[in-house]
């Protein structure tokens, strides 16, 4: 079937490809100006499909979508950090709370994809290694050492 098939089935995805148009300077400017360290190679991979490719079950973020991604996270991080600090010091009266979730998740973690559940995949812009990232749990494994690598090892 996909040897009778394959011009069309490579047709498909070289048309769909097509669809996806490139990020303009425009849309990518923002990304450097939120972050200071974006990969070199997202944002080629930005110039050519912007947005629509999947890794997985991830879906690859517009430039429009990654800074919307990045400042939803950090306002949903600080009220659940406003509550967990309301929670500690009123109920334990405790002067040291300790928060799980992360705060500056915008300026720290630049997400790139997303899955249905809302989970990201970040780079993570101080150590330049990719991770996943659940809102609710934290950074997760990380599953590449930089962008380029992570790119690498899903071609492989």
């Known amino acids: 079937y996909l040897l009778a098939n394959r ?13 996806i148009p490139p990020a303009e300077e425009e849309e990518v400017q923002p990304l450097q100006k939120m972050w200071r ?19 997985y079950e ?7 979508e990654i ?10 991080s600080e009220v659940a950090n406003a509550v967990l600090f309301t929670v500690l010091f009123d109920n334990h009266n405790s002067s040291h709370p300790r928060f799980p ?3 500056g998740v915008a300026k720290r973690y630049l997400p790139f994809a997303e899955n249905v559940d809302g989970d ?13 990232y659940d809102p ?7 599953i590449g050492r930089s962008f380029a690598d992570f790119l690498e090892l899903y071609r492989n």
């Open 7 to 19: 011009h069309a089935l490579t047709g498909s995805f070289e048309f769909n490809a097509q669809r």
């Open 120 to 132: 990201v995949l970040v780079v993570n812009t101080a150590k330049k290694s990719v991770h996943e």
């Open 136 to 142: 609710e749990l934290g950074l997760g494994d990380c």
């Open 37 to 55: 360290r974006v990969p070199m190679s997202l944002i080629s991979l930005l110039s050519k499909h912007n947005g629509g490719l999947y890794f």
């Open 67 to 76: 800074v919307k991604t990045a400042e939803a996270q950090a306002k949903a």
């Open 101 to 103: 979730l992360s705060v």
């Open 58 to 64: 991830h879906k690859l973020l517009s430039a429009n």
